[in-house]
T-cell receptor, first 115, second 115 residues
Framework: DGGITQSPKYLFRKEGQNVTLSCEQN?????MYWYRQDPGQGLRLIYY???????QKGDIAEGYSVSREKKESFPLTVTSAQKNPTAFYLC??????????????FGAGSRLTVL | AQSVAQPEDQVNVAEGNPLTVKCTYS??????LFWYVQYPNRGLQFLLK??????LVKGSYGFEAEFNKSQTSFHLKKPSALVSDSALYFC?????????????FGKGTKLSVIP
């Protein structure tokens, strides 16, 4: 079955450490996204990528970095510069960007907790 | 800038009763509108979308939503609620044309269906 796989599901980090969240899709989707979810704040866009080797900042990119070396993969690194990284992180993908009507497919999420 | 408002943080409804989850939006021009559902510790799942045409959109699991252009609303409805409908519901908007990559989500409404 096609879908999006996020790993790890749960991650604990000490302050000052960088961590990388994995996102892999086998849907042959062109666009991929990272969202952060906090209680009562909905989903906020961190980064998105429309094609390989290209990505753009979303609304809350500070303290995060991404890469898009392969169409299937869009890893997110939470750096030590992110002051409040404890959150639920969601990866999503969408088929092509020629139409905003295309539906997002989400992974199951990764919950990051800073100790 | 586009925005989505879900005025109710929580909606409680008795099983078997009709349910409504409210959504209003602000976007330039005619939007694409979406509803997604999230179960605990999971990613979001697509329910339905409005692109054009009939203002009443039917989606998964018996849900429907009505697009009202004059009131800029896109309320989610179901004639008879089930306990299994209890979840977090997100409304989202995307502009047409340029910028259609940017999907903006509301903060979510927690639906509790009481047996």
């Amino acid at each position: 079955d096609g879908g999006i796989t996020q790993s790890p599901k749960y991650l604990f980090r000490k302050e000052g450490q960088n961590v990388t969240l994995s996102c892999e899709q086998n849907l042959n989707h062109d666009a991929m996204y990272w969202y952060r979810q906090d209680p009562g704040q909905g989903l906020r866009l961190i980064y998105y990528s429309q094609i390989v080797n290209d990505f753009q900042k979303g609304d809350i990119a500070e303290g995060y970095s991404v890469s898009r070396e392969k169409k299937e993969s869009f890893p997110l690194t939470v750096t030590s510069a992110q002051k409040n990284p404890t959150a639920f992180y969601l990866c999503a993908s969408r088929k092509g960007e020629t139409s905003g009507a295309n539906v997002l497919t989400f992974g199951a999420g990764s919950r990051l907790t800073v100790l | 800038a586009q925005s989505v408002a879900q005025p109710e943080d929580q909606v409680n409804v008795a099983e078997g009763n009709p349910l409504t989850v409210k959504c209003t939006y602000s976007v330039s021009g005619n939007p694409y509108l979406f509803w997604y559902v999230q179960y605990p510790n999971r990613g979001l799942q697509f329910l339905l979308k409005y692109i054009t045409g009939d203002n009443l959109v039917k989606g998964s699991y018996g849900f429907e939503a009505e697009f009202n252009k004059s009131q800029t609303s896109f309320h989610l409805k179901k004639p008879s609620a089930l306990v299994s409908d209890s979840a977090l519901y997100f409304c989202a908007v995307s502009p047409r044309g340029a910028g259609s990559y940017q999907l903006t989500f509301g903060k979510g409404t927690k639906l509790s269906v009481i047996p």
